[in-house]
């Protein structure tokens, strides 16, 4: 029984380390189409798709669906990841677990810091192959928006999947995470503020930095350590 154990862990962490290195190396190939001078046909045949044929300052969709995007994409946005990372650390301490929570803001603060960084080093313009229905002031490149909804919604999602009763429970909690992460980044092409290498750049460094983070707390929230004891 304990042998089975040990090989459920292993096994996790060996995806876990496939996860990260594959996010790392895609990371790395979308910053090369990145630099080149002209826009890929990848990122031009997308980005078109989402606006009607032969007229690229209008979005398919009716006029609902588009502020339905502005709304989705406000889910990434730094205020509301601030917000939902506030509150979650806010309930982690009622509940006494006070290295979850320094856990979160760690991990939260560390992305939105590597965000800003990566963002420095690669200068690509937004998009001008159609309208923007957002307005933006940063570089293109990766998408803050797709990496810090991965880096913020699956670190808060590994947290309270050690917290929250119940395999059921930490299923939801995850695939909320996913799909919220998900369509964060198609909002952002859909609205022409980013290219779809862009959004799958961040996708890459997003689930990258928040797999490492579950790697991390791994071996400091197992029960029994210090920083998994309930302080009450």
Not at 85 to 114: D, E, H, K, M
Not at 177 to 190: E, K, P, Q
Request: charge should be neutral.
């Amino acid at each position: 029984m304990h042998q089975t154990l040990w090989n459920k862990i292993e096994l996790s962490l060996l995806a876990a380390g496939v996860i990260i290195a594959g996010g790392l190396w895609a990371f790395v190939e979308l910053a090369e189409v990145a630099r080149d001078a002209a826009p890929h046909a990848f990122d031009t045949d997308i980005l078109l798709a989402f606006r009607v044929a032969g007229e690229p300052n209008n979005p398919i969709g009716p006029g609902w669906f588009e502020e339905a995007m502005r709304d989705i994409t406000a889910l990434g946005s730094a205020a509301v990841l601030i917000y939902i990372t506030a509150i979650a650390i806010l309930y982690l301490c009622l509940i006494r677990r006070w290295g979850s929570a320094l856990f979160v803001f760690l991990s939260v603060a560390g992305g939105q810091v590597l965000s800003s960084l990566l963002k420095l080093g690669i200068d690509r313009p937004r998009p001008d192959l159609v309208s923007h229905l957002a307005q933006v002031q940063t570089m293109s490149f990766p998408s803050g928006h797709a990496m810090l909804s991965a880096v913020t919604y699956l670190t808060i999602g590994v947290v309270l999947s050690r917290v929250l009763p119940g395999r059921a429970t930490t299923i939801f909690v995850f695939s909320v995470a996913i799909l919220t992460t998900l369509l964060v980044g198609i909002s952002r092409v859909y609205l022409g503020v980013h290219w779809p290498s862009d959004v799958l750049a961040g996708w890459s460094a997003g689930f990258a930095w928040a797999t490492q983070c579950w790697v991390i707390s791994h071996y400091l929230m197992r029960p029994g350590t210090a920083s998994d004891v309930d302080m009450r």
